[in-house]
């Protein structure tokens, strides 16, 4: 894993997987701040200019969601019909940089994303 500024991560290729990390002040170096602030794993899906556009593997939308409203309802059924199945899918997001370069970027190593990999595949094995 590398950390890198705001600058060298919007020029990392779409695939890139990331988490963004917390810069400290000069001096400020409070375990509870980066606790608090690092982020799971992303998957960096684009950029623009000024933004990027990432995938959250854990994150996903219902596949029959059409709206936010549609994604509650099928929500909150599931929560009142335990057990009931629906399909979701993962979904590219946008980020607005708005920390401007108070945050730098964690970048996981390809060994790393491989470990990853090697870990899902054993739950899939084992759990379904």
Do not use: W
């Amino acid at each position: 894993m590398k950390i890198v500024d705001r600058k060298t991560f919007m020029q990392m290729p779409k695939g890139t997987v990331f988490c963004k990390f917390p810069r400290f002040d000069e001096g400020d170096h409070s375990s509870s701040k980066l606790a608090f602030a690092v982020q799971e794993p992303m998957i960096l899906d684009g950029t623009t200019e000024s933004d990027f556009y990432y995938i959250e593997p854990g994150f996903m939308t219902p596949v029959d969601g059409k709206s936010s409203t549609e994604d509650d309802n099928i929500l909150m059924d599931m929560e009142a019909n335990l057990g009931k199945e629906y399909p979701f899918e993962a979904f590219s997001s946008r980020d607005g940089m708005y920390e401007g370069d108070e945050v730098g970027f964690a970048i996981y190593s390809r060994s790393e994303v491989e470990e990853m990999i090697c870990l899902l595949q054993k739950a899939l094995k084992e759990g379904y």
